[in-house]
């Protein structure tokens, strides 16, 4: 087969966008929670079981324990059976964990009948669908890092950045347009225990609203795992696997064919050394990778973005999806201004930027709630400048960055850790979101909670941009192979 000296964009724009599909998967499986998570508290909480908050939290988060798990095992399944083939298994995961979520009842237990095991049950459900979001979470930016050119990798896999946030704002008008002129269910405390105000017009909420924002996964799941069967493996795992031939085709189409051969002779400059430890490059990249997935969940965001309208109903907001989708037009719009500047700009700036602006909408949240008398709006515009914040920076870059930095030799297993850490930080922030919002503290009552959560995400914010400004090095037009040269430099020193 003959290669033109240019290559094909559209050749590789269409591996990239099937590849980005699994970050879109990977927004809408964590973020339908945010629509569904009341009219499910409300279903559960008709159980001859005491449904409490903390028990809310762990369900709401309990896909993040699979993420930790896909994460684990995403190393192992990349290097073992391809990158192509174990987002295949994601997207299966996705699919059947939309379809139990919907139905967790499904040939064991009484339909519409709330009991601890069926609790077990969904919950399952929602950790296998977890497995898919842990393995696209690592593989997916890898995918597109090992395929992309040097001079367009980090706009690339920023796209699938803006995929998970697109996403989310999908599932936020899924959530939207499925709950339609239906009520979610007012949840309050009533001699100190949590009681469903007005049941009967939350009904159909409680009953099948929720059940319906999950089941809507199962479309874009089935999709992805079709194409994803169209896409080649990429090249330097080709190459790592001795398959020269396919990996030099892939390549020329991508890149054209003098090029490709030059790539090809980096890629097998470092093959030999595929058995390499995890350590060989010393401590210091490991710790880096892992520390940038830390803080990208640490700031918070995700307590934001997993209960959202709930935020939104206690700043006073008579409709808090309107407020909900709002925010997901703007973080696409940040998004995208990653997108067009990653390779401008570069990475460390975007991610000392962007952690100064969500410490000050973090901070102004907290001050909202900590002075009386002002403006509701205020807290809203907080919320927003702190949610944009995190998508031009540490959404986006954290990906870029995980993608890039590692050796390709331990690549596979380098990830998979750094990966696993983020979602173990994701599960920690997320299931302690609620019972720390809703802390009491004299006078003060539950505003106590919310200026405590937002002062605290605002200092680690300070801590995450002199952690880069100090530590985290730019690999902006750095070929993968450049920055293995990076580390052993390093060490050496």
């Known amino acids: 087969m003959v290669y033109t000296d240019k290559g094909s964009k559209a050749y590789l724009f269409s591996i990239v966008m099937v590849a980005v599909i699994g970050g879109l998967l990977f927004g809408y499986d964590t973020a339908v929670i945010s629509g569904a998570e009341k009219g499910l508290q409300a279903f559960f909480m008709g159980a001859d079981f005491a449904y409490t908050d903390t028990l809310h939290g762990i369900t709401c988060s309990s896909a993040l324990i699979g993420c930790i798990i896909g994460s684990a095992l995403s ?10 083939r174990a987002l295949f298994v994601a997207g299966i995961l996705f ?13 064991f237990f009484e339909k519409g009948v709330p009991t601890f095991n069926l609790l077990v049950a969904f919950n399952l459900y929602r950790v296998l669908g977890g497995i898919g979001v842990g393995l696209a979470s690592a593989i997916c930016p890898m995918y597109i890092a090992e395929v992309a050119p040097s001079r367009i990798r980090g706009t690339l896999v920023s796209w699938n950045q803006f ?16 709950l339609g002129s239906h009520v979610n269910p007012v949840i309050d405390l009533v001699n100190g225990v949590n009681q469903i105000l007005n049941p009967e017009a939350a009904r159909w909420t409680i009953a099948t609203g929720w059940r319906l924002m999950f089941v809507s996964e199962a479309f874009p799941a089935g999709l992805f795992a079709l194409l994803v069967l169209l896409v080649p493996e990429t090249p330097r795992y080709l190459a790592l696997c001795g398959k020269d031939e396919k990996a030099l085709a892939i390549l020329s189409r991508i890149n054209g064919s003098q090029e490709a051969k030059s790539i090809l002779a980096d890629i097998k400059a470092t093959a030999r050394e595929k058995t390499e430890r995890l350590f060989t490059y010393g401590g210091l990249v490991i710790f880096v990778g892992i520390m940038l997935s830390v803080f990208q969940q640490a700031v918070g965001i995700n307590a934001v973005l997993y209960y ?14 309107v407020q909900t989708v709002m925010m997901g037009i703007v973080n696409i719009l940040f998004t995208l201004l990653a997108v067009f500047t990653v390779e401008k700009w570069g990475r460390k700036p975007l991610l000392i930027y962007g952690s100064a602006g969500m410490a000050i909408g973090a901070f102004g949240v907290a001050l909202c709630n900590l002075a009386a008398g002002l403006p509701p709006l205020l807290s809203v515009v907080s919320i927003m400048v702190y949610s944009a914040s995190f998508m031009f920076s540490w959404g986006p870059i954290c990906w870029v960055l995980i993608a890039e930095i590692f050796p390709n030799t331990i690549r596979g297993a380098a990830v998979a850790i750094a990966v696993a850490f983020q979602w173990v930080f994701n599960f920690i922030v997320s299931s302690t979101f609620v019972p720390m919002y809703n802390m009491r503290l004299g006078e003060m009552g539950d505003k106590f909670g919310h200026m405590f959560a937002y002062a605290l995400y605002g200092i680690i914010c300070v801590v995450a941009a002199i952690f880069v400004w100090k530590l985290v090095p730019e690999t902006k037009g750095k070929t993968l192979e450049e920055m293995t040269a990076l580390w052993k430099n390093r060490r050496k020193k």
Do not use: C, H, W
């Open 95 to 107: 699919f059947l964990s939309a379809l139990g979520s919907y139905d967790p009842e499904f040939l």
């Open 163 to 178: 995929a998970i946030i697109f996403g989310q704002l999908v599932v936020y008008f899924v959530n939207f347009m499925i």
């Open 308 to 321: 959202a309208p709930r935020i939104f109903g206690t700043m006073g907001m008579e409709n808090p999806m």
């Open 75 to 84: 190393g192992f399944l990349a290097s073992n059976l391809g990158r192509k």
